[in-house]
Nanobody, 123 residues
Framework: QVQLVESGGGLVQAGGSLRLSCAASGRTGGRYATGWFRQAPGKEREFVAAISWIDLTTKYADSLKDRFTIARDDAKNTVYLQMDNLSPEDTAVYYC????????????????WGQGTQVTVSA
């Protein structure tokens, strides 16, 4: 079974930056992209960004596209999420997952999932 491991989370002050990493042990059959999602306590998990492993196609949540950037490193089998100008509203557990396409954001199209990494932004 493919395993995904997130890292890079932590505590930062508002206006700061973090870079998250998602390392995969392999590729799941029928999956062609890696995505980032986040979930705060008591809230639904929401789509953040995704990138295709076939080409350079990317997708971002409209509210985050000016501050977040997704990228991949094929040699390391790793996908990154660069987060800039963070605010307390960005506080959440951030998860990565493998899915069908960056253009399909429904949860049923994504999995397996990593264990998540905590991002906390203080005011």
């Amino acid at each position: 079974q493919v395993q995904l491991v997130e890292s890079g989370g932590g505590l930062v002050q508002a206006g700061g930056s973090l870079r998250l990493s998602c390392a995969a042990s392999g590729r799941t059959g029928g999956r062609y992209a890696t995505g980032w999602f986040r979930q705060a306590p008591g809230k639904e998990r929401e789509f953040v960004a995704a990138i295709s492993w076939i080409d350079l196609t990317t997708k971002y949540a409209d509210s985050l596209k000016d501050r977040f950037t997704i990228a991949r490193d094929d040699a390391k089998n790793t996908v990154y999420l660069q987060m800039d100008n963070l605010s307390p509203e960005d506080t959440a557990v951030y998860y990565c997952a493998q899915g069908l396409s960056p253009l399909i954001t429904t949860m049923t199209s994504w999995g397996p999932w990593g264990q998540g990494t905590q991002v906390t932004v203080s005011a």
